[in-house]
């Protein structure tokens, strides 16, 4: 697929879904900047990390025997973003590790938050001509309580946005 794409948006999450979108992305599209641009084209890598307060399930609870129940104790919210960001680093590693052979502009961007939220907001801050998605294809029941991060972006972002869907979805 070629066209004058400057910006293309891969969204990794850690799932193998996400990184065959990235295989997919990096062997089938050919960026290309339009000629009167004097910016180059890239891919971006992003992974959009969960805020502490919801990896701790938003309050951690009560410190046990009578302990203050409305404190937040720091070394627990410290040890799970030091946790995150190895998470995150281990993605990002992985995704640079297939994208090593490729002879590419490849940036990496991690935001925090809500990620069908900040997909959303990347792709229309760094003004993206496409956004590649994995599809873990959730059942309908899963999908209705947790929701689909890529039918959300679909119809939010203002961008041609790609699904890779697995061998078997």
């Not at 990794?12 to 050919?30: H, I, K, P």
């Not at 959730?138 to 972006?153: A, E």
Request: proline letters at 7%; a negative charge; aromatic letters at 4%.
């Amino acid at each position: 697929m070629t066209s004058n794409l400057r910006c293309v948006v891969v969204a990794v999450d850690g799932s193998e879904e996400s990184m065959n979108a990235l295989r997919w992305a990096l062997d089938n599209l050919e960026l290309r900047p339009p000629a009167d641009s004097a910016s180059p084209s890239s891919f971006v890598v992003l992974h959009v990390q969960s805020p502490p307060s919801i990896v701790a399930g938003v309050h951690p609870g009560a410190i046990p025997f009578g302990g203050p129940s409305d404190l937040e104790v720091p070394a627990f919210t410290a040890a799970i973003e030091a946790h995150q960001k190895r998470i995150t680093q281990a993605i990002l590693d992985h995704a640079m590790g297939i994208c090593s052979d490729k002879n590419m502009n490849i940036k990496t961007e991690v935001v925090i938050g809500d990620p069908k939220e900040k997909i959303c907001e990347v792709v229309e801050k760094l003004n993206v001509d496409l956004l590649v998605m994995g599809s873990r294809a959730f059942g309908p029941i899963k999908r209705m309580f947790l929701g689909s991060v890529s039918n959300y972006c679909t119809n939010h972002v203002q961008c041609p946005v790609i699904i890779v869907k697995g061998k078997g979805a």
